[in-house]
């Protein structure tokens, strides 16, 4: 159920999920959903009592996740675009040729193609094309730079696959899995997600063990993170 919540100039819309239970909750997810637990038959009055309590908390919650957002269109894959490659904007400047190539090189990805130029869908596949082969030498010379710093006999094997939520996993058949968005990403952030999830490998969950030992290994994660969240994420 959804509701309004209106406090000075502020109008909040927030979710409303009574249930059995004797205290109220008041949660704020990264999507800047609001949502409110409440006991059953719990009356307005004080629904609105506790979220006016709670709104220091509750508008710091949603300006910390606005910084967050980030506004998303669809590429066109034509000239005058720009797209990330290690964690710098590059111009795209597409143009006619009798093969198809990409060229890094003055801050300007050059694309050639033997198609039309405002041929969107193959200008697409010609520069994934490019990315997949930088995302392989790239994330194995990462791969290899951190693991250095980690003594462990053991090598896990180093996959690349699209996650929607995650930079980065660490499966139990030994195995560090890398979103291949992060090719976007500077190279302090990929060795940063790598590190983390090679702390998995002794310790599964992120408890008190777990961050010791990445403040050891990659001492300023916590700025990396949020630089990796803010441009990338």
Not at 148 to 159: A, D, E, G, I, R
Request: charged fraction near 25%; hydrophobic fraction near 35%; glycine fraction near 2%.
């Amino acid at each position: 159920m959804t509701k309004q919540f209106i406090y000075g100039q502020y109008c909040y819309q927030y979710t409303f999920i009574p249930q059995n239970r004797k205290t109220l909750s008041l949660t704020v997810q990264p999507d800047m959903k609001i949502i409110l637990k409440a006991p059953i038959k719990t009356d307005q009055d004080r629904i609105n009592l506790f979220l006016k309590r709670k709104w220091l908390w509750l508008n710091k919650q949603l300006t910390f996740f606005k910084k967050y957002q980030k506004t998303i269109y669809k590429k066109e894959y034509t000239s005058g675009e720009s797209f990330l490659y290690l964690g710098r904007q590059y111009k795209l400047v597409v143009k006619k040729n009798n093969r198809d190539c990409v060229s890094l090189t003055k801050g300007i990805f050059h694309l050639t193609t033997a198609k039309k130029v405002n041929n969107r869908q193959h200008n697409k596949k010609i520069l994934n094309n490019w990315y997949n082969q930088k995302i392989e030498t790239q994330f194995n010379q990462r791969y290899k730079k951190v693991l250095n710093n980690f003594n462990y006999k053991f090598t896990p094997k180093l996959v690349v696959r699209k996650m929607k939520k995650r930079w980065g996993s660490f499966l139990k058949n030994k195995q560090i899995i890398l979103n291949p968005k992060l090719i976007q990403a500077s190279t302090d952030c990929i060795d940063y997600v790598i590190a983390h999830e090679l702390c998995h490998m002794k310790h599964n969950k992120h408890n008190r063990q777990f961050y010791s030992l990445l403040n050891s290994k990659y001492p300023a994660w916590e700025d990396i993170k949020e630089k990796l969240e803010l441009k990338i994420g």
